[in-house]
């Protein structure tokens, strides 16, 4: 069925391809950062560790409930604004993340804490404020999933 020619030709073909695979092989140059790769890598995985170590928003509505008990529970009045109100803002939230705004209003000392407790307690942004006659109004936008 074979002959010894087609043995030797077979033989020789495998020999060159193999030949020639390792010279190129030799001749292959790796690029000049090949070394640091590995710590590129190391140094990636690490800020995907700390990104993920990252505590997940709390819902929305949780959140809400929260800053509102928080400012009730300090005589403060906890006002939520609709989206014309919140269009008469100087500065506002335009982020990606749900949000709903509200407005603080009392002694000044006392909305300054409140919005500090706040803060504390769920992420919230604090906006514009005014203080007139010995009252403060400070608007908030609370964020959440």
Known sequence: ?????????????????????????EDRKLPNDYG???????SLQNE???INKVPVLPKLEGSWRIANASAVMYGIDFKPLDEMAKGEQMNSYSGPLRN???QLSGDPRAVM???KKIQSEVPTFLYDYTISGGIMKLNITVVGT
Do not use: H
Not at 1 to 25: D, E, P, R
Not at 36 to 42: E, I, K, T
């Open 1 to 25: 069925m074979f002959t010894g020619a087609m043995y030797m030709a077979v033989l020789s073909v495998a020999i060159v391809a193999t030949k020639v695979t390792l010279s190129l092989g």
């Open 36 to 42: 640091q790769v590995d710590r590129v890598n190391s």
């Open 48 to 50: 995907i560790d700390e």
């Open 100 to 102: 709903w705004t509200a």
């Open 113 to 115: 804490g409140v919005a």
